[in-house]
């Protein structure tokens, strides 16, 4: 049902309600006003006509609100305001109620109004209602508004607050007088030629001047104004600040350096900052070479760009920067200058000094640096000698450490040392002379001793007394070894020869003779060789049995050894003794197999090497057995036939994996060509092919592998997948096609593997089943109806051999025949109604559809349920 509502004043129809039910309420409606409504029932698109229009008017209500009223005039003790009546609402406004500070300034039915002997310069605030028979209405929003004030008086004039290089920052106070209920506004000014032009207006009393010039004086005065202008200020002058100046540039030397003094220049900077310069000052920093922790100190202050910088120490690094200061502040400093003083000489050095023990050729010297270097550090030293037989002194030694150690000397002898330091700058002057005299004289060097040879492990060393210095020699060192570098002391005493024995034949010795007596230790004699005589080879050692990559013989065993050392005559053969049997000779090898040994039997193998002089002593026992025969293949049989499996069984076993170290079995299968690859490799006794083509003949054999190696391949085996039989048909279908005339067709199937597809048809009544038809045929007609009733047929589909036999599928679905005599009586029941009626059998497409749908109805219903007790709950 709709309802139509239609205002007076509009033409327009508005639809105010579209339902059922058969009352509705109007809201939001003008009081005092005429509607007309009407109704009209529709149903989905189509409408109906329209009922009668009723008339109905609504009740009076108190006024709307009125507008904010309106300032008509303005002086110092009165203000005028008018305003406008709203709407009644259907009752005649009788007055307005005119509300101020004051409450009910006035009532009446004016429309505007004039209030007198108010305060000047003061705020007050208005707002207005309507009233009429029924009420008053809300009241209208607040007028504010002040009356008129004097001129203020002149302010005093601004004040800096902060000056900058392009800024002032100025600050007033508001004029003084008697108190103003407004705010003052304060216009700044600025002389700018001949005139002050504006810089700010507002009711701040403080503002920054931007983007002016620096070092400049500027004219400034304020005017205050609240009903009026008042008289400017007094003129106030103020200066900008100047920019410091940029730092002098060019700093530099205007002489080389002294020893105690350098002297500085620099030039004006290119910027003074708009202010003349007040001073230079110059820095001075002589910490070093140090980065980052220099002290500086001020050394000059005034307006001259040159110095010169006196008292200074000879040779350390000096850094020296200057900056300059005008009536803006400081610039920045210049770049550093770095500057070394000249070098002097450096000082005597001290404490020339015996270090150690003196010897009979030697004198240790040291001494200490000095103490003032010059300023450059000390890079070198020179001693000279003055000999006992003379008075010239001669140079031995210049570097720079600060020990030296004089030789070649004469045992019991006094010498004069002098030492002198140099630098940079050249040398300094010798030192106080030193005297130190030499110890007394160790024995002379031994000559060669002579070596006899006694045997393939001994030898006699015999040597003579060298020349002893005055004291007499008391014991002979014998230095032995087989390296000229590697010597060690095997005799000790007084004797002048030594037996050497426990030597290794054929070998090279090294010998020499060292004198001691009270003095000291003389020097090393000079080096004696000899060689000792060859002797039988050693013994062989690291004898082993070899690894080999293929797989061992039982009657051979593979061995290896080290060769061992020939003591001076080549090694010819080795002899390998396995016990029982005659030593075997062999030539010069570290390898060698023995063969026609018996399989699975344990020998005692040692060996010897042979040389020209004879044969070494035999080898440790090594114990080695000789591996067993590999395994024959055991017998392949074939437990299971499928048409693309073969199961395959051999041996005597469980068919699953053993988690032993037994035997292995490799099962191959030849390919298309002559390969024989692996299809299985493990411990199992049978094993299960897949995959494979129905009829088809493969060929197979099988090997064992034990430890002892891998045995023969076995004879090729030959097995036959079979057929595969024909798949399952569908039901088939029957139709009536005369009376007592069926016909029976079923599906078709393609050839299998060139074998064609014959059919054979079952009658079916209970347990009795009869073939009616056998052939290639896909369907069958027959006449004349079967007695009784609740036939079925089936259909089966076979594969017709080349030889004639056939392979059967399995029989399909049975189908149910309908009984002639049903169908005739049904007939004259068609033909009465006048429609032909068939017989409809449900296939198994259809029946899966229905309950797919079936399945879908009650998913739809179960989930609506669930939405409904569950989530509507939530």
Known sequence: ???????????????????????????????????????????????????????????????????????????????????????????????????????????????????????????YTFRVAARNQLGVSAFSEVLTCCTAGCAPPPPAPPRLRAAGVSWLSLEWSAPCGPPSRDTFTHLLEMEEGPDFKPQHVGQELSYTVKNLQRCTAYHFRVIANSEGCSQPSAVVKYWTCADPPTCPSRLRLHSPPLSHSIHTIWDAPEDDGGS??????????????????????????????????????????????????????????SEILSVRTAPVHPGPCRALRVSDTATNSEIPLSWEAPVQDGGSA??????????????????????????FTARALQPAATYRFWVRAGNQAGWGPWSEACEASTAAGSPGKCGPPKLTVTGPASLQASWEEPVCNASEVCEFRLEWGEQRDALSVVSCGPSTSHVLTDLRPATEYFCRIQAINNAGIGPVGDMAVA???????????????????????????????????????????????????????????SQYLVDRLQPNTTYRVRVQAVNSVGAGPLSS??????????????????????????????????SRA??????????????GGDRMPCVYRGPCHSFKLQRLREGTEYCFCIQAIRGAGTGPLSPLYRFCTARSPPP???????????????????????????????????????????????????????????????????????????????????????????????QQDARPVGILHGHCRKSWTITDELFAFLVLLAFGIVAILFAALIQYFLLNKD
């Open 621 to 654: 026992i090594l114990k080695v057995r000789t591996a067993p025969l590999p395994p024959n293949p055991p017998m392949l049989e074939c437990t299971v036939l499928g048409p693309h499996t073969l199961k395959l069984r051999w041996g005597e076993g469980s």
């Open 378 to 403: 000390v890079c070198v030293y020179a001693v000279e000698m003055a000999a006992p037989s003379g008075v010239a002194r001669a140079h031995l030694f210049e570097g720079p450490e600060l020990c």
């Open 531 to 589: 060689t000792t005589l060859p002797s039988v080879p050693a013994v062989v050692e690291g004898v082993e049995e070899m690894r080999v990559t293929t797989s061992p013989s039982p009657t051979q065993i593979a061995l290896q050894w080290k060769e061992p050392c020939c003591h001076g005559a080549e090694i010819l053969g080795y002899n390998i003794d396995l016990g029982e049997q005659l030593p075997l000779s062999v030539g010069k090898t």
């Open 1 to 123: 049902m709709k309802e139509w509502f239609q205002y007076p004043d509009l033409t327009v129809n508005v639809m105010l309600r579209r339902g059922t039910d058969t009352t509705y309420t109007i809201s939001k409606l003008r009081p005092a006003t005429q509607y007309y409504v009407r109704v009209c029932a529709a149903s989905d698109s189509v409408k109906g006509t329209s009922s009668e229009v009723v008339c109905f008017t609504t009740l009076c209500a108190p006024p709307d609100p009125p507008k904010a009223p309106r300032l008509l005039l303005r002086t110092k003790n009165s203000l005028g305001i008018e305003w406008k009546c709203p709407k009644d609402n259907g009752s005649k406004i009788l007055n307005n109620c005119w509300n101020m500070n004051i409450p009910e300034a006035y009532c009446g039915s004016l429309k505007q109004f004039k209030l007198h002997r108010l305060t000047p310069s003061t705020k």
């Open 276 to 333: 003349p310069i007040s001073h230079y000052v110059l820095e001075l920093s002589h910490t070093g070479e140090t980065n980052g922790n220099d002290a500086w100190e001020a050394v000059y202050t005034g307006l001259q760009t040159e110095y010169v910088c006196e008292g200074l120490d000879p040779g350390p690094l000096y850094k020296v920067r200057v900056y300059c200061q005008n009536r803006g502040g400081q610039s920045q400093v």
């Open 728 to 822: 399952q048909l569908k039901a088939p279908k029957i139709e009536l096609v005369d009376w007592n005339e069926y016909t029976v067709t079923w599906e078709t199937l393609q050839p299998m593997r060139g074998d064609f597809i014959i059919y054979t048809l079952q009658l079916l009544r209970g347990k009795e089943a009869e073939q009616v038809y056998c052939g290639p045929a896909a369907s069958y007609t027959w006449h004349g109806t079967p007695a009784g009733s609740d036939w079925r047929v089936r259909v089966c589909a076979g594969r017709q051999r080349p030889h004639g036999t056939a392979l059967w599928g399995q029989y399909s679905l049975s189908t149910a025949m309908e009984n002639a005599e049903k």
């Open 658 to 671: 053993q988690l032993t170290r037994g035997t292995l079995y490799s099962l191959h299968m030849q390919d």
